[in-house]
């Protein structure tokens, strides 16, 4: 009986531990199985197929929601962001993201549906006006680091929390994207989909040299 009780404790300890680690997609902000226009009940296929996938974007993993067709968002412009790099239209992974968050496209337009009448709400919905959000798409390398003299180089600044470099572990092509700071699945379980948390401004210190 002592030694039941002690098992039970031990396997109570282990799932109270694992509880604050492996978050999943998962019941996070991107998990749409109970959502009512989302009939399949499924979570993964809002976004993803593991057949006759969408392979207009490049770099689209098996994707499966109808992409935006936006080609003229207005982009970031500033004077601290000087000629070393050019910003371009969202593409690759941006351009998938922006395909919910532009507001242009419908929630439930995914597979064969595209008639949908659920679009993202409040905060969520960028539009096509991306001139006071962080610049995306862009090529973040050494020369930018060295001409903005305000950046890490992400080539040989590593980033501990995610056991890499920058350029190996958050960029894309050597390119900035949307998913360079946010995981849409929710593996770190950190507010708003990031990457790791931002306390103390931690992620934003992970490119700025401040």
């Known amino acids: 009986m002592r030694k039941a009780r002690i098992i039970l404790t031990i396997l109570a300890a282990l799932s109270f531990a694992c509880a604050g680690f492996g978050q999943t997609i998962v019941g996070s902000a991107h998990d749409f199985s109970t959502q009512s226009w989302n009939t399949t009940g499924e979570i993964c296929i809002v976004c993803h197929t593991p057949h006759n996938a969408n392979m207009t974007v490049s770099n689209a993993p098996l994707w499966n929601h109808q992409v935006t067709a936006v080609t003229n968002y207005q982009l970031y412009t500033s004077a601290t962001f000087n000629g070393a790099t050019t910003i371009g239209q969202p593409d690759e992974s941006s351009k998938l ?10 929630l439930e337009n995914f597979g064969t549906t595209t008639t949908g009448s ?16 962080h610049p995306i798409s862009f090529t973040y390398d050494a020369n930018l680091a060295t001409t903005d003299g305000e950046l890490f180089n992400p080539v040989t600044t590593t980033v501990p929390e995610l056991g890499g470099t920058i350029d190996n572990k958050m960029l894309f ?23 790791f948390t931002n306390s103390a401004s931690n992620l934003c210190l992970t490119c700025h040299d401040k």
Not at 97 to 106: E, K, P
Not at 176 to 192: E, F, I, P, R
């Open 118 to 133: 659920h679009f993202i709400q409040g905060i969520y919905n960028m539009g096509s006006d991306l001139r006071n959000d």
């Open 97 to 106: 993201c922006l395909s919910c968050h532009d507001g242009t496209v419908a």
């Open 173 to 195: 092509n050597h390119k900035l994207q949307c998913a360079s700071c946010h995981d849409v699945h929710n593996s770190s379980g950190a507010d708003y989909l990031l990457l």
